[in-house]
């Protein structure tokens, strides 16, 4: 079974609008993380937010924002007033437990949902 | 502070040759990652090395991937012989040890590997 699952292969948006991309996670631990990685046609895979699975509040970075709902496991991530730039694929990815004496926090990660910024 | 970084950024090569692919994590990062997207599908989780040890092997594909971090500084990834179901891209990234939460592993900008 999918462990994360991104169900928008493509998305479009217009700029300056906001625009959710899905994503639900499928984990029997309790304690997880979520995170959201940008990766342009450059290439590079960009950290853009984090969510713990203690965490009360919704994790917010600037125009980022994860519409946390525990019990439907899902981790949406929001993007706010869309920028031209914003142009990338976007992964979800679980980070599973605390992780052992070394600190093994591979991620697993959802198969991307490609943004395409319209102006 | 420089980032993540990997060697090559672009590698062609024909099946049945050696590749060897470096990574250099951010300075006093412990934690190493290897993960590699092959082309369409997700990003998938290699190998973890905390140091110069090899903590979790558990994604290597099979016995032709050979990973290597002596001196606990940076590491390398040799594909022999690449088979063409190799092809993608091998992402490296790092994290501090002990990071509260894992909040965020550190990437380099990956090394796309054709095998023709």
């Known amino acids: 079974a999918q462990k994360i699952t991104q169900t928008q292969p493509g998305m479009f948006v217009q700029e300056k609008e906001a625009v959710t991309l899905d994503c639900t996670y499928d984990?029997?631990?309790?304690?997880?993380?979520l995170f959201w990685y940008k990766q342009p046609s450059s290439g590079e895979m960009i950290f853009l937010i984090y969510q713990g699975s203690y965490d009360q509040q919704n994790a917010t970075e600037g125009r980022y924002s994860l519409n946390f709902q525990k019990a439907r496991k899902s981790a949406n991530l929001v993007i706010s007033a869309s920028q031209l730039g914003d142009s990338a694929m976007y992964f979800c990815a679980m980070r599973e437990g605390r992780g052992s004496g070394g600190s093994n926090y591979k991620l697993t990660f959802g198969k991307g949902t490609l943004l395409t910024v319209n102006p | 502070e420089a980032g993540v970084t990997q060697f090559p950024s672009h590698s062609v090569i024909e099946k049945g040759q050696t590749v060897t692919l470096r990574c250099d994590p951010i300075?006093?990062?412990?934690?190493l990652y290897w993960y590699r997207r092959v082309m369409g599908k997700e990003i998938k989780f290699l190998l973890h090395f905390v140091k110069e040890s090899k903590q979790d092997e558990s994604g290597m594909p099979n016995n032709r991937f050979l990973a290597e971090r002596t001196g606990g500084t940076y590491s390398t990834l040799k594909v022999q012989p690449a088979e063409l179901e190799d092809s993608g891209v091998y992402f490296c990234?790092?994290?501090?040890?002990?990071?509260?939460?894992?909040?965020?592993?550190?990437f380099g900008p990956g090394t796309r590997l054709t095998v023709l």
């Open positions: 990234a790092s994290t501090e040890r002990g990071t509260s939460g894992g909040r965020e592993q550190f």
């Open positions: 300075s006093g990062h412990d934690n």
């Open positions: 984990t029997s631990d309790p304690s997880y993380g």
